[in-house]
Antibody
Framework: EVQLVESGGGLVQPGGSLRLSCAAS????????MNWVRQAPGKGLEWISY????????YYADSAKGRFTISRDNARNSLSLQMNSLRADDTAVYYC???????????WGQGTLVTVSS | SYVLTQPPSVSVAPGKTATITCGGN??????VHWYQQKPGQAPVLVIY???DRPSGIPERFSGSNSGNTATLTVSRVEAGDEADYYC???????????FGGGTKLTVL
């Protein structure tokens, strides 16, 4: 069974940093591209970042570029998102998401809540 | 950047057919994926590659894509289908994934 378990969310002050992690199991993690998607309270889904299987090709949404860094450790079956210079509008549930062969997002974690507030 | 437009809400009586649209410029040239999200839960993929269903998704869920509009159809709607539905594409020009704003399906 595919499982994606996020951790690392919490309350952080504006301008602060947070590192999210995602533990993957039930599939060969090194064969799959991965993404982070977030959802602000009461709002829709927003794609944040993508990383290919070997961690070389990386893309960010404009809202994340220059502040967030995605990375992966295939030996540990883990995905990370380093978030710096956090703002109030970064407050959201952050989902770790596996990508399928046709660019679909086929498995989602349960999400971790990040709250940016003073 | 590429924009996907969905109606904010759709209402349907039980047993009837719900149609949720996703508009985008020449969207027929892209593969469209659909997600269902129930309150307090993570999204679930219900349609991929315009019209394919992942295993475990009922045949009542179907999709199509033509011209500037992709459509998710839910036949014989049940109370358990009440959820938010999002369309998504990959924008090749930016290598970004794009979501529609979401449609709240209400079962009357």
């Amino acid at each position: 069974e595919v499982q994606l378990v996020e951790s690392g969310g919490g309350l952080v002050q504006p301008g602060g940093s947070l590192r999210l992690s995602c533990a993957a199991s039930g599939f060969d993690f090194s064969y799959y591209e991965m993404n982070w998607v977030r959802q602000a309270p009461g709002k829709g889904l927003e794609w944040i970042s993508y990383i290919n299987t070997v961690g070389i090709t990386i893309y960010y949404a404009d809202s994340a570029k220059g502040r967030f860094t995605i990375s992966r450790d295939n030996a540990r079956n883990s995905l990370s998102l380093q978030m710096n210079s956090l703002r109030a509008d970064d407050t959201a549930v952050y989902y770790c998401v596996r990508e399928g062969n046709l660019r679909e997002l086929d498995y989602w974690g349960q999400g971790t809540l990040v709250t940016v507030s003073s | 950047s590429y924009v996907l437009t969905q109606p904010p809400s759709v209402s349907v009586a039980p047993g009837k057919t719900a149609t949720i649209t996703c508009g985008g410029n020449n969207i027929e040239s892209k593969s469209v994926h659909w997600y269902q999200q129930k309150p307090g839960q993570a999204p679930v993929l219900v349609i991929y590659y315009d019209s394919d269903r992942p295993s475990g998704i009922p045949e009542r869920f179907s999709g199509s894509n033509s011209g500037n509009t992709a459509t998710l159809t839910v036949s014989r709607v049940e109370a358990g289908d009440e959820a938010d539905y999002y369309c998504q594409v990959w924008d090749r020009s930016s290598d970004h994934k794009v979501f529609g704003g979401g449609t709240k399906l209400t079962v009357l």
